[in-house]
């Protein structure tokens, strides 16, 4: 199934609200509440749940279909195309040709700004987003395909939050270059039931952090993210 890359291609958020309903959607979309082929409810049900116009829906709609999660069939309704198993497909080229440390030097670069971005300029709904996915995240217990598929939804969602669309387009090929076939299968080894239990304490204290609004705090764990990730990579040579 063809892919499309969220960073391009996508038209500019017309609204707050606009943003809200994709933010939400998006979410349910990547955390698997709405399935990959699945129907999405219709126009006027979304509408109702979300507290919205139809035409804030319908634009809403155009931006995931922009960024490729979802399709738009006539007299059908709206189909997720989001395939979590399957987004090596989508890698783009340069995150084809970008070496495991290679990856390391550019988050280390990314995070720990955009993470202090984010806190200075997420949105309480924004905000809310994230305490969605973190829940997710921890009520995983044994599945590392998907906490590695939550972890990078939670990062995205940070990225997102900075306010700042280059960053994030960036930061999509970030997480396009992470989707390598080297990291799922570092993963399949080292992360064990244990080592997610110790990552999500680690990520309800970043999201603590968020909250209050302490760069310092997520600052620090974003580093140390960092070097847990280096040391497993070190150990795969």
Request: hydrophobic share 40%; glycine share 6%.
């Amino acid at each position: 199934m063809p892919k499309t890359n969220p960073a391009r291609g996508a038209a500019p958020f017309p609204g707050a609200t606009v943003k809200y309903v994709y933010e939400t959607l998006s979410t349910r979309i990547v955390t698997q509440e709405y399935a990959s082929e699945e129907r999405l409810p219709s126009e006027r049900q979304l509408a109702q749940d979300l507290g919205v116009a139809r035409n804030t829906v319908r634009e809403a709609l155009d931006q995931l279909e922009s960024r490729g999660l979802i399709r738009r069939r006539a007299g059908s309704g709206s189909f997720v195309t989001y395939d979590p198993e399957g987004q090596d497909a989508a890698l783009a080229p340069v995150a084809l040709d970008t070496g495991p440390l290679q990856l390391q030097v550019v988050r280390g670069i990314l995070e720990p700004e955009m993470v202090r971005l984010a806190i200075v300029n997420m949105t309480p709904r924004q905000i809310e987003a994230l305490s969605v996915v973190l829940s997710r995240m921890e009520a995983v217990q044994t599945d590392a395909t998907a906490f590695v598929r939550l972890e990078e939804e939670f990062h995205r969602l940070l990225a997102e939050g900075t306010g700042n669309p280059l960053l994030l387009a960036c930061y999509n090929l970030v997480l396009d270059a992470r989707r390598q076939s080297f990291r799922t299968a570092m993963y399949r080894r080292h992360l064990t039931p244990a080592r997610i239990a110790i990552y999500q304490r680690g990520y309800n204290g970043l999201f603590n952090a968020i909250t209050a609004r302490d760069i310092e705090e997520a600052s620090e764990f974003m580093k140390l993210a960092l070097i847990e990730d280096q040391r497993l990579l070190l150990q795969e040579d």
